[in-house]
């Protein structure tokens, strides 16, 4: 009877939390949640992610529900006595073993995930990626392709001259092109600050570490256009480094490709053509 | 003489004759615990609003995209600023002047064991943070690196950078300090009778919490001078040019830091066993258990460190370890929990400001543990990590968690200290402003961190404006509270109605027996222990 009470109470708690957070949502058009992602590991991360969240919520509404109970029932004001019991071995083993046991319950999952994130092995193109600060280049190891990607938001919508874009401080002049359905190893790593590779709909971020590489791999399965920021602190400017993934299906990527590796012979040739500055500033 | 008489007439008397001196010199030369732990507390309360201010610029700088307020790289030197001061400046000296004001009284001894040391301790501080604050004026301006301090960006700090490290060390040296007194105290002068396991659970937090500060402040120091040498002396422990690794750098800083965390909530944990069990007229559920599981906690906190480092690109192995580590932290903390709702369980509750304070510690900070627990599943982290939502847990289980704490013992004990009961409607009105205005403040800030908002950044994309605005607004709410508790100290530490000796009706403990205010030296004869 208590219990179906606190149960009862608990869940109209939370429904009303729910349903004001879903209106709000819904009329702000606000994301309340980790994005599902564009890949397999995304996906696993995000039900990973929405696994331990409802058994926090389940804890939290036994809990906490136990404890409004008590506030409502056990106050001096209603004629409460005390009980002096303070202690039971039985209840502290219990509710050391349940939380164990429901603690297994998610490092099985997580283990899992975590297994197929690190497994990096047969990939089919491999991307550089180097942390400047503060923008990023991306190097096409096997294509000789490299380029940089800055923010291409103007100053003026950043000092409040202009009006703002839709993709404010979420985009580039060069996006990373990457192929659909096709298993690509990035390998991050900085140029002079540790910077943080992050596109939430790929599932995870990685350190970009001066002097040290990491591997990580990702496969998208839908084409599309996807943007991050870098997340690790790197300086003054390290809210405006942004990344944007745009994923194409493998005919128009290796079509960019193509022209990529074309345009960058002629760019070379162009760049070579106006250098080099002396230092004091003479073009020659 | 002699004798603990504890009547407020025999007080007076004893004033009079050890009284403390008058003027300047009482509080600069003062070896009794009583006065530092008031010049501890009120630091920290000075530090609190330094913090807190700084919070409000950064929140002010949120409240729209665009930027309108400051620079970016001032923005970076207030988020590090705000971390350093709350951290080291209001959070530790606060648990640290309450061990002082409380642990002798608590333990039954006449003061703490190394009282000249105990000065010179706190005396440290105000000069460590004139330091740190000054460097806010040096050309280049303060540090902008994150709190952390991770090379290589620690590195391009202006002339501030040997400043900043030496405040560090100023700060370590006095927490040191500080730690060897409270486990000299507690280990040594506690009146016959009091055996380990009798002693009030604010002791015992705060003994291990000692411990834990002894163990990794050193390794902080070592850190930060290893940072130094780099930059000045031509070694290369944390550039990868020269040899060394910028990620041993977070290994050894987390070593530190992690048991830090802990030193933040273990004593917090010891002043909420302490209220509790006093509005609820029930003893404490579980009192061995919860020795065991602040033990416990403390272990653990030595072997989970790289949780804050899992996007660094750790082998398989390691964070498959760090992360069952993490997550078993949860069992101790749970058993926490639950012995608190026990103690609730059957008490006959009052609701003065003490208690309100300590069940909102027990909700909020459960909330930020559940966070943890999210943050610890490795592969979530991946998401997680560096977003506001890592800003969110952290600051759930500091501002609700270990603020709320010291709110919670500074009402609880003031009548105590001061001899005059505080305004209960104000502090209930301080009560309620702060805790709508603190989840106001962080709760948006889960949201915005699982939508994709990286933390530490002074300007953001146009989806995350509704929830930044809102956790503005919650932080000027909550910033602009605590002036109600200011007064509220003030117009107590000034006068007010007459607080009798045990104050609470449900208290127990030995700082109860003693007159309130207690005199300047108590237990001058150790008190009896049943």
């Keep these: 009877m208590a219990t179906s009470r606190i149960a009862h109470g608990g869940g109209i708690a939370l429904g009303a939390a729910l349903s004001l957070a879903w209106s709000v949502g819904a009329h702000a058009d606000l994301t309340l949640n980790m994005p599902q992602g564009v890949t397999a590991i995304s996906h696993d991360v995000y039900h990973l992610h929405m696994l331990i969240f409802w058994i926090c919520v389940v804890i939290g509404v036994v809990v906490f529900g136990v404890m409004f109970w008590s506030i409502y029932h056990h106050r001096k004001s209603r004629g409460a006595v005390p009980a002096q019991f303070h202690e039971s071995t039985l209840v502290e083993v219990l509710w050391t073993i349940v939380p164990m046991m429901i603690l297994i319950g998610m490092a099985v999952p997580a283990t899992g995930t975590l297994v197929r994130m690190y497994d990096a092995r047969d990939a089919e193109l491999t991307i550089k990626v180097t942390g400047y600060q503060w923008r990023w280049q991306y190097d096409y190891l096997d294509d000789g392709v490299k380029f940089f990607s800055t923010l291409s938001t103007p100053q003026a919508q950043i000092r409040n001259l202009a009006p703002k874009g839709e993709h404010y401080l979420l985009e580039v002049d060069h996006p990373l092109v990457l192929p659909v359905g096709k298993k690509v190893r990035i390998l991050t790593t900085a140029a002079d600050v540790i910077h943080s590779w992050w596109v939430p709909e790929l599932g995870w971020k990685k350190d970009a570490i001066p002097g040290f590489i990491n591997e990580v791999w990702t496969q998208i399965e839908k084409p599309g256009i996807y943007r991050g920021q870098c997340a690790e602190l790197c300086g003054r400017d390290h809210g405006f480094m942004p990344i944007v993934v745009k994923a194409l299906p493998e005919a128009e990527f290796r079509q960019w490709l193509e022209q990529m590796k074309k345009d960058s012979t002629s760019q070379t040739a162009q760049n070579d053509s106006r250098a080099p500055i002396v230092p004091g500033g003479q073009t020659l | 003489m002699s004798t603990a008489s504890h009547t407020t007439d025999h007080a007076t008397d004893h004033d009079h004759d050890h009284g403390p001196a008058r003027g300047l010199s009482r509080w600069l030369l003062t070896t009794n615990h009583k006065d530092i732990g008031t010049l501890y507390l009120l630091f920290s309360l000075l530090m609190f609003f330094i913090g807190g201010a700084m919070a409000l610029v950064i929140r002010a700088e949120l409240f729209q995209p665009g930027l309108q307020i400051v620079d970016p790289y001032f923005f970076n030197q207030m988020t590090t600023l705000h971390a350093l001061v709350m951290i080291f400046g209001a959070v530790m000296p606060a648990f640290v002047g309450l061990a002082n004001w409380l642990l002798p009284m608590m333990v039954g001894a006449p003061d703490m064991a190394l009282p000249r040391m105990n000065n010179w301790s706190f005396w440290i501080m105000p000069f460590a943070f004139t330091l740190l604050l000054s460097t806010l004026f040096m050309p280049g301006g303060g540090p902008a690196g994150g709190w952390t301090l991770y090379p290589p960006l620690v590195l391009q700090t202006g002339s501030a950078f040997p400043f900043v490290i ?216 991946f998401q997680y990590q560096d977003t506001y939502f890592v800003v969110a ?13 010291i709110m919670a013992a500074a009402y609880y004990w003031l009548p105590k200290w001061t001899g005059h009961m505080y305004n209960e409607k104000l502090g209930k009105l301080h009560f309620w402003l702060s805790v709508i205005g603190v989840n106001v403040l962080f709760f948006p800030q889960h949201f915005l961190g699982l939508a994709g908002m990286p933390r530490r950044i002074p300007d953001y994309a146009l989806q995350f404006t509704e929830f930044n605005m809102v956790s503005t607004v919650g932080a000027f709410l909550f910033g602009f509270s605590q002036l109600f508790f200011l007064y509220n100290v003030i117009q107590t530490i000034r006068g007010g109605a007459k607080a009798t000796d045990q104050v609470w009706e449900g208290a127990e403990g030995l700082e109860w027996t003693l007159s309130s205010p207690p005199p300047y030296h108590t237990f001058t004869t150790a008190p009896e222990i049943k």
């Design chain 2, 393 to 405: 847990h952290f600051h759930y289980v500091l501002v609700p968690g270990a603020v709320f704490s």
């Design chain 2, 166 to 381: 030496l405040a560090i060390h100023m700060m370590g040296a006095s927490s040191i300090m500080g730690a060897i007194n409270i486990i000299a105290t507690i280990l040594n002068l506690r009146a016959p009778g009091m055996t380990l396991m009798k002693m009030p659970l604010f002791v015992w937090t705060w003994l291990i919490t000692a411990f834990l500060l002894i163990a990794v402040m050193p390794v902080l120091a070592g850190t930060v001078t290893m940072l130094l040498t780099d930059k000045f002396f031509g070694t290369s422990f944390f550039s990868a040019a020269g040899g060394g690794d910028p990620v041993m750098f977070q290994h050894i800083f987390w070593f530190f830091g992690h048991p830090e965390v802990y030193i933040m909530i273990l004593p917090a944990f010891g002043v909420i066993s302490q209220i509790i069990p006093t509005f609820a007229r029930k003893p404490l559920f579980g009192y061995a258990s919860m020795v065991y599981a602040t033990a416990s906690i403390a272990f653990l906190s030595f072997i989970v460190w790289a949780h804050h480092m899992f996007t660094v690109g750790m082998p398989l192995a390691g964070e498959l370890f760090f992360m069952y580590a993490t997550m078993l932290i949860a069992v101790p903390t749970g058993v926490k929990v639950f012995n608190w709702v026990s103690t609730m369980w059957r008490g006959a509750m009052t609701f003065e400001t003490p208690m309100l304070f300590a069940i909102a510690f027990v909700i909020l900070f459960t909330i930020g543990g559940f966070s943890g627990l999210m943050l610890a599943i490795a592969p979530a982290d």
